[in-house]
T-cell receptor, first 115, second 112 residues
Framework: EPEVTQTPSHQVTQMGQEVILRCVPI?????FYWYRQILGQKVEFLVS????????KSEIFDDQFSVERPDGSNFTLKIRSTKLEDSAMYFC?????????????FGSGTRLTVV | DAKTTQPPSMDCAEGRAANLPCNHS???????VYWYRQIHSQGPQYIIH???NNETNEMASLIITEDRKSSTLILPHATLRDTAVYYC?????????????FGGGTRVLVKP
């Protein structure tokens, strides 16, 4: 069964450093998403991406965040200057047809720890 | 997207059916009911979705009331591996940017 692959599984970084979280969505999917989950809290939407541009973003997704699909297979989330409150699980997801009633496929996540 | 209400937790005996309720009284005609689950800290996993008819797949069954204001996810023979947080999400069938909005879900503990 096709999977969404995320790397690394765990990243520790110092406050103020830049981090890039990587995702390889399912190959024929067209829509890509990032979600995050702070420990003990709800899964929160960050951003959706389609046709090489952001289609929607949440209030969390401020100027410190950016996304990119650099090579047609990878989908990345960059945090420019990490803060302690960015510590969370970050999940990438993909979806084939926007608007079609299909389920998303989520990756297993990257645990980001900012120290 | 319409708001959903789920019990915060429930226990279930291994081998028995688990019936997970969800209220979505403000659902509109073109909104689907989706169920996902999250095992420990893994990524959410799609289970099933429906509009107004009952649905069944290899994982579960979804029963939607005739007025569509509530639904029940049924795990027919719960196993220990079904221990997870289960999310009921109502989502508009629309074009770009249709994110999933997760609530608190129901924490299901399957006991031996």
């Amino acid at each position: 069964e096709p999977e969404v692959t995320q790397t690394p599984s765990h990243q520790v970084t110092q406050m103020g450093q830049e981090v890039i979280l990587r995702c390889v969505p399912i190959s024929n999917h067209l829509y890509f998403y990032w979600y995050r989950q702070i420990l003990g809290q709800k899964v929160e939407f960050l951003v959706s991406f389609y046709n090489n541009e952001i289609s929607e973003k949440s209030e969390i997704f401020d100027d410190q965040f950016s996304v990119e699909r650099p090579d047609g297979s990878n989908f990345t989330l960059k945090i420019r200057s990490t803060k302690l409150e960015d510590s969370a699980m970050y999940f990438c997801a993909s979806n084939f047809i926007e608007g079609a009633p299909l389920g998303y496929t989520f990756g297993s996540g990257t645990r980001l720890t900012v120290v | 997207d319409a708001k959903t209400t789920q019990p915060p937790s429930m226990d279930c005996a291994e081998g028995r059916a688990a019936n997970l309720p969800c209220n979505h009284s403000t659902i509109s005609g073109n909104e689907y009911v989706y169920w996902y689950r999250q095992i420990h800290s893994q990524g959410p996993q799609y289970i099933i979705h429906g509009l107004k008819n009952n649905e069944t797949n290899e994982m579960a069954s979804l029963i939607i009331t005739e007025d569509r204001k509530s639904s029940t996810l049924i795990l027919p023979h719960a196993t220990l591996r079904d221990t997870a947080v289960y999310y009921c999400i109502v989502r508009l069938y629309k074009a770009a940017g249709n994110k999933l909005t997760f609530g608190g879900g129901t924490r299901v503990l399957v006991k031996p």
